[in-house]
């Protein structure tokens, strides 16, 4: 969590968001941290 807030949590969901095809059709981007991105907020 700190790595994440340190690069931001924008930056993680993007990331996710942009591989999410290699990673299958199970994986799901947690709602909380899209919320959190979302709203600029960090986890700590």
């Known amino acids: 969590?700190?790595?994440a807030?340190?690069?931001g949590l924008k930056t993680?969901?993007?990331g996710l968001k942009k591989h999410?095809?290699?990673f299958g059709p199970d994986f799901e981007i947690?709602?909380?941290l899209e919320q959190k991105a979302a709203k600029g907020e960090?986890?700590?």
């Open 1 to 3: 969590m700190f790595w």
């Open 5 to 7: 807030d340190t690069v």
């Open 12 to 14: 993680i969901v993007d």
């Open 20 to 22: 999410a095809e290699a």
């Open 30 to 32: 947690s709602k909380l």
């Open 42 to 44: 960090a986890f700590n």
